[in-house]
């Protein structure tokens, strides 16, 4: 339907953004790190109908914190108001915080052989339904862990029926994960510049991209799904 934003540092411009989020009112808010600040997109197309316009209604976000932890993480999801899962890049390890801030669990490594060893990850997103998935970059695969931080599985790795030249079922330097309310798996691959659904047991349903309509994704590295069923790539 349509695309926003541009680089630079004015508004409604960005610089190395690197993940966004959409609200129940469907205003995206787009962490511009280069700039380092975020910026909300107030979407005027609330059907999503008709192309978006050139230049979206744009504001910065200056409120708050509620909010503020000191935490070294790369990659936060929240699970509902009462819990936080994030990503320690150093550690490489993944904790979960209450709502108070304080640490209840934690779970994860980077270094090993076993199949629950996650090398690094761009994304990850969970539901209370289906518990974590996670982008295992540097091995291009989805794992999937329990909320409680159990190894499940490694879904779509480089190997099986699906190891072929179309590369379909398969994922190529994946980065963000979105989770709809059925139960599909959205995965960015930044390597194939497109984007792949699959369902909660790994099983390739269908992709996207390069081209899109008249638009084209050339390194996706993040999306979220909105109440609506409509996608935002970045």
Known sequence: LG??????????????????????????????????????????????????????????????????????????????????????????????LDENGKETKRFGANKGKIPSVTHDTQGFALTRKLGLYVSDTPASRIQQFSLDGIWKANHVESSGFFDSKKKEGRVKDPRGVAINDEGTIYVAESGNARISAFNPKGDFLFAFGPQVGGLTLQDPAALVYDQEGFIYVL
């Open 3 to 96: 695309k926003f934003g541009s680089s630079g540092k004015g508004v409604g411009q960005f610089r190395k953004p690197d993940s966004l989020t959409v609200g129940v009112d469907g205003v995206v808010t787009v962490m511009d790190t280069g700039n380092s600040r975020s910026q909300q997109i107030l979407v005027g197309n609330k059907l999503k109908i008709q192309p978006l316009a050139g230049n979206p209604a744009t504001k910065l976000s200056v409120s708050g914190p509620s909010r503020s932890w000191q935490l070294p993480a790369s990659m936060i999801a929240p699970l509902g108001a009462e819990s936080l899962y994030a990503y320690l890049p150093k550690e490489g390890q993944f904790v979960v």
